[in-house]
């Protein structure tokens, strides 16, 4: 087992980071980058850099509704310098972001997410996820605003969890905030 560990983890790590630099050059309606905070249960922390896709309005079935691609790289930290510990993910999650209401520059929106996600270590912050593949799943609330709406302001709630793939699975939960910017 850590023979096949060794060779093809490291080699999906790579697929996966080709697929999140492929997608950038991807024909769009608008892209997004982000930056977000993580803060976890316990003392854990991270930051979230992320590439959205505007892909696809469906007001056409739904009104104000819109559905999008994100991929993301991340880096969570857990500890104290003399017992540290570090996890390093990539994850990619299509999100329907639904509008709530258009607000003085801007539009309040809610949105809802189920990704995957390829986790560096199984064993973080004192828990044992058992695959170094996950579920992320997302809800959050944010605002945009801006001229041509090109500002982000999210806060969104993260679950990590392999869904009962494989025992043991504790699942880990994050409260992101999020800045992005469109170009």
């Known amino acids: 087992m850590k023979y096949w560990h060794s060779i093809y983890r490291p080699l999906l790590m790579s697929v996966a980071l080709i697929v ?37 309005s469906l007001d056409e079935y739904v009104e104000d509704l819109r559905i999008y691609l994100e991929t993301s790289i991340n880096f969570w930290e857990y500890g104290t310098p003399r017992q540290h510990d570090t996890n390093f993910i990539l994850a990619v999650s299509p999100v329907l972001q639904k509008t709530f209401c258009y607000c003085g520059t801007g539009r309040l929106f809610g949105e809802f997410g189920i990704g995957l996600s390829l986790l560096d270590d199984t064993r973080f912050a004192g828990k044992d996820v058992s ?39 504790p699942g880990l939960d994050f409260v992101s905030f999020s800045f992005a910017m469109r170009w």
């Open 131 to 169: 695959t170094h593949y996950q579920f992320e799943d997302r809800l959050g609330i944010g605002y945009q605003f801006g001229g041509e709406e090109q500002y982000r302001l999210a806060l969104r709630y993260f679950h990590y969890s392999n869904g009962g793939i494989k025992k043991p699975n």
């Open 20 to 56: 999140n630099l492929t997608m950038v050059s991807l024909p769009v309606k608008a892209n997004t980058v982000s930056v977000d905070y993580i803060r976890g249960e316990g003392d854990v922390e991270g930051i979230k850099l992320a590439y959205q896709f505007y892909q696809l």
